[in-house]
Nanobody, 121 residues
Framework: QVQLVESGGGWVQPGGSLRLSCTAS????????MAWYRQAPGKQRELVAR???????YYADSVKGRFTASRDNAKKTVYLQMNSLKPEDTAVYYC???????????????WGQGTQVTVSS
């Protein structure tokens, strides 16, 4: 089982910055990718950024140039640096990890409990 702990959420004014972090813990798994999703009230959950074990990244068009995902494999941690924040970035941000188990041929997907990001003046 993979446990995910998220931190870094909070309130900022438009144009401000926040850095989210997500750390995975447990045993018997190897991470293949980590990602950030977000869900605003009344809206569908959307993929914001994803980074694979090989370092490939994906960003939603709405955050390109403003958000940057990075990872520290030794710490099993993924970060999301969010700059030039806009009110429309307000949402609950969720960490997701894709992993393999030593005794299974299929991928597993685990979710964090989310951290609130509020951008307002």
């Amino acid at each position: 089982q993979v446990q995910l702990v998220e931190s870094g959420g909070g309130w900022v004014q438009p144009g401000g910055s926040l850095r989210l972090s997500c750390t995975a813990s447990g045993s018997g798994f190897s991470i293949t990718a980590m990602a950030w999703y977000r869900q605003a009230p009344g809206k569908q959950r959307e993929l914001v950024a994803r980074i694979t074990s090989g370092g490939n990244t994906y960003y939603a068009d709405s955050v390109k140039g403003r958000f940057t995902a990075s990872r520290d494999n030794a710490k099993k941690t993924v970060y999301l640096q969010m700059n030039s924040l806009k009110p429309e970035d307000t949402a609950v941000y969720y960490c997701n990890v894709e992993s393999l188990r030593a005794t299974s041929a299929r991928k597993y997907s685990d979710w964090g409990q989310g951290t609130q990001v509020t951008v307002s003046s």
